[in-house]
């Protein structure tokens, strides 16, 4: 699925620091990284290798609009687009941050020469995702910028920008002597029974979630990003996304016209992000990972074309849940809210909300599935209309969170038998484990791994 000689070093387990290789060392982090950047990175920062102990960078914290957390989001965004939320945190956001309107999923093969290179190209992420995310009037030194740059006017509005950082299985291949410290569960995305895997649009080394309140910001994010880290990593798929506003109230729909995503843990409850997405202290777990989370991202094409001759009724059995609504099939009354649970104890033979239904085999509400059950979705809708066959190419950009990805896999091997089987075709996405937070101005993406 990859050429490895173009994406970076052979094994090394030493991993030499290289201060001039690939136009990517000193002289370019100096005047790329300090020079003038609102972020997190300082000028004068040197790194070790991967496996070595490596100075902290450290500069003046970018402002921040708003409050040290995400309890005043709304999730409506403002039209000017002067709301940001936080960057420094002890998780990322973009995780536990209710959707904003627009994303882009970008997945990457890095070329990076060596670990010096890698941690500079996480501490270059770091420096731009600061920025990005507090907003402000952008540095002309930074590659890319010219005097004619004004997608977003001249002063680049926060918007509820989030920038997510994930890591893919391939990183720790033998190119930066990161085996021994690759999460315990992160793997390669296997296609399932029913999937039409296409390998140019799965897997990677490196994911960044791109999310905010406006489509332009989104894509000035993912172009300032491409600008400053092109000499080490190269764009190996991508998808946008983006929600729907409420019809007519509750929570958006996809494009089946069902609500997307009802059943999510409590992000504002810490028991149950700690039991549910975030990764623990502790074996099997290595070290650094506590505070991150495994990412699952599925693009899913949906079949419209056939799904919309099926009647309201059969739509409805199959996904197990009221179209108009979004109440559960129980739920005979208008007034009953799209939130409230499907009880299945009542119901043993599906005679109300069918065993093969795509609700009651993603949650059985069994004890033998109830370790298995918990994931919590933050998915979008995207459209790259017309295939190569002028046919729409309309789905689902699925992510979810988790504290572990055998959870995520579990369910999945659940859903291989569902009705929604023949309205459905998963073609592309991959398994990926999102960093912990970025603390504090003097810490960038990754440090805990490569120092």
């Known amino acids: 699925m990859r050429d490895e000689e173009s994406r970076g070093p052979a094994a090394d387990q030493n991993c030499p620091v290289s201060e001039s290789s690939s136009g990517f060392g000193r002289r370019w982090f100096l005047r790329n990284v300090g020079g003038g950047v609102a972020g997190t990175v300082a000028a004068g920062a040197l790194v070790g290798g991967c496996g070595r102990a490596a100075t902290r960078p450290g500069a003046a914290s970018p402002p921040q609009n708003g409050g040290s957390n995400e309890d005043d989001y709304n999730l409506e965004a403002t039209e000017d687009g002067r709301r940001s939320i936080p960057f ?50 952008p540095s002309a030194d930074s590659p890319g910028a010219h005097s004619d740059d004004r997608l977003l006017g001249s002063t680049v509005p926060p918007d509820d920008l989030t920038v997510t950082v994930a890591l893919g299985a391939s990183l720790f291949d033998g190119r930066y002597g990161l085996g021994p410290r690759k999460p315990a569960q992160l793997e ?188 919590l979705r933050r998915s979008f809708q995207y459209d790259r209309s017309p295939d190569q066959a002028g046919n729409p190419d309309m789905g689902h950009a699925f992510c979810c969170f988790q504290q572990q990805l055998s959870t995520y896999i579990a369910m999945q091997n659940r859903l291989e038998n569902e009705a929604l089987v023949p309205f459905i075709s998963p073609i592309g996405g991959g398994y990926f484990f999102a960093l912990p937070g970025v603390t504090d101005a003097n810490d960038y993406y990754a440090r805990t791994l490569l120092v």
């Open 188 to 375: 390669t995305m296997q296609a399932f029974a029913h999937d039409n895997l296409d390998p140019a649009i799965c897997d990677g080394d490196l994911l960044v979630q791109l999310c905010a309140g406006h489509r332009d910001t989104v894509g000035h994010a993912m172009l300032d990003i491409l600008a400053n880290t092109s000499a080490v990593m190269r764009v190996r798929w991508r998808i946008d996304g983006y929600r729907f506003p409420p019809r007519p109230v509750g929570i958006p729909r996809d494009w089946m016209g069902f609500k997307d995503g009802i059943t999510n843990p409590d992000t504002e409850d810490a028991t149950d992000m700690n039991q549910q997405v975030w990764t623990q202290p502790g074996a099997p777990e290595p070290a650094w990972t506590a505070g991150g989370t495994y990412q699952v991202v599925r693009i899913i094409r949906m079949l419209l074309d056939q799904w919309n001759k099926v009647p309201v009724e059969q739509q409805e059995r199959i996904f197990g849940r009221r179209k108009l609504s979004g109440a559960p099939l129980y739920a005979t009354s208008p007034d009953v809210p799209d939130t409230s649970d499907p009880i299945y104890t009542n119901d043993p033979q599906g005679l109300v909300t069918p065993l093969n239904c795509h609700i009651r085999l993603a949650n059985p509400q069994t004890p033998e599935t109830l370790a298995t059950s918990s994931i």
């Open 88 to 137: 420094h945190g002890q998780y990322q956001a973009g995780i536990a941050t209710p959707p904003q309107t627009a994303a882009t999923f970008l997945a990457f093969d890095v070329t990076a020469a060596d670990c010096g290179q890698l941690t500079q190209l996480f501490q270059t992420l770091t420096a731009r995702a600061a920025f990005l995310t507090a907003g402000g009037v």
